[in-house]
């Protein structure tokens, strides 16, 4: 008798915490933080994924806070990959623009204007973006290119950084026999450090 009491006891205290872990999950997932990532893609027709999973190309979906792949592709496109950090429940907006590179990309651009203009428009406002963020990070770039006695100074992509948009090198074409001793001189007179920049010397 008294072990069928134990027993009993036992049973309750496993059911009771089978109940509470059930309810302290749902509890758990319906308060889990999620944000609204509202999706604007052009072609309208792409494949876009998150995380490796579809969603649509146009329109919303709830996404938890942390670190996001997404990425978008269609024949005829370059394809599209940008990682977003979602933070707690701060809504996010994101524009999937791709641009054709090749001839079934280019024909969807003739029979879709509206779209074809509006990707062009956003070329433009992205690069002026960029352009701004060069000048703030570089402000050597608002005197080239400069052309002193032995040195002509103009400016590239990165040679160390080639695939970052937001990265430049400094040409310094030397055709004198001080040109890079006036070159460094040019560049410290205007209070730039000549350390923090990439430098690339040239004599053709």
Do not use: C
């Not at 302290?24 to 308060?31: A, C, D, Q, T």
């Amino acid at each position: 008798m008294e072990e069928d009491g134990r027993r009993t006891l036992v049973m309750g205290a496993v059911a009771l915490l089978v109940i509470v872990i059930v309810i302290g999950g749902v509890l758990i997932w319906r308060h889990d933080p999620k944000a609204e990532l509202t999706v604007t893609s052009i072609p309208n027709d792409l494949t876009l994924t998150l995380d490796g999973a579809p969603i649509a190309a146009n329109g919303a979906v709830d996404v938890r806070p942390g670190t996001h792949t997404l990425t978008g592709e269609r024949d005829g496109f370059q394809s599209y990959t940008q990682t977003i950090t979602v933070r707690g429940k701060d809504p996010l907006s994101v524009k999937v623009y791709l641009y054709a590179n090749g001839p079934v990309g280019r024909e969807w651009g003739k029979n879709n204007p509206e779209q074809e203009l509006e990707t062009e428009a956003e070329a433009g406002r992205k690069y002026d973006e960029i352009q701004g963020r060069l000048a703030e990070k570089y402000p050597i770039l608002a005197q080239l290119p400069y052309i002193g006695p032995d040195f002509k100074a103009t400016y590239q992509k990165s040679k160390s950084d080639p695939t970052n948009p937001e990265a430049i090198s400094v040409k310094i074409l030397v055709y004198g026999p001080s040109g890079k001793k006036e070159a460094l001189e040019w560049i410290a007179g205007n209070g730039w450090d000549p350390d923090s920049l990439d430098l690339i010397y040239t004599t053709s």
